[in-house]
């Protein structure tokens, strides 16, 4: 489906997912009254309720991030079996908080596409 929504973009996934759905019919030429109204109030309401990230918001806040991570866990491991204790931890919560923010923007991605593959759909037949 990203792949046929894609081609109706004539963009990457990255980038149709990063654009509110009014902007996203204005790329693609479909008048907004040719739409579905429910289906773009879902879209605008999906868009409305995308996830902010919990770690980074850009690729350099997540290297300097993780470093600062890394840094305090060496540091943390100087500290004997206390320290390693706690650094153990500390890493164990910097990749849950990664892997669920990877999971809910994933998630809000198929989301938005399937809404978009309906909006697209009702103005094609």
Avoid at 34 to 46: C, F, G, K, N, Y
Wanted: overall charge positive; glycine content about 4%.
């Amino acid at each position: 489906m990203s792949r046929f929504l894609d081609q109706i973009f004539s963009c990457q996934r990255d980038q149709y997912t990063s654009c509110p759905p009014h902007r996203l019919l204005e790329k693609c030429g479909v008048p907004t009254d040719a739409v579905d109204r429910a289906e773009l109030e879902r879209a605008m309401w999906l868009w409305g309720r995308r996830p902010r990230y919990v770690l980074f918001d850009g690729g350099k806040v997540l290297w300097g991030r993780l470093s600062l991570s890394v840094l305090a866990i060496l540091f943390l491991v100087s500290f004997d079996i206390p320290g390693l204790l706690i650094a153990a931890a500390f890493s164990f919560v910097v990749a849950t908080l990664m892997l669920f923010d990877f999971y809910w923007r994933e998630r809000w991605k198929r989301d938005y596409e399937n809404c978009l593959y309906r909006l697209i759909r009702a103005y094609l037949r």
